[in-house]
């Protein structure tokens, strides 16, 4: 489960970080919202995403 959460994750990280360097506004609240998804899991399988994320919750910084 672990795996496929963080496979999951890493395509969705990139999805978002693309939406938003396109000013994309339709496809950055999907990712957004598939993020949260992913985060959720993440959480309630005890799954870290810092190694994906660079520590960071967003990608707004």
């Known amino acids: 489960m672990a795996a496929a959460i963080r496979e999951r994750a890493r395509s969705v990280w990139q999805a978002l970080g693309e939406a938003r360097r396109d000013d994309d506004a339709h496809a950055t609240l999907l990712a ?12 309630a399988h005890g799954v870290n995403l810092d190694d994906i994320t660079g520590g960071k919750d967003d990608q707004s910084a």
């Open 32 to 43: 957004a919202d598939d993020w949260d998804e992913v985060q959720r899991l993440a959480r």
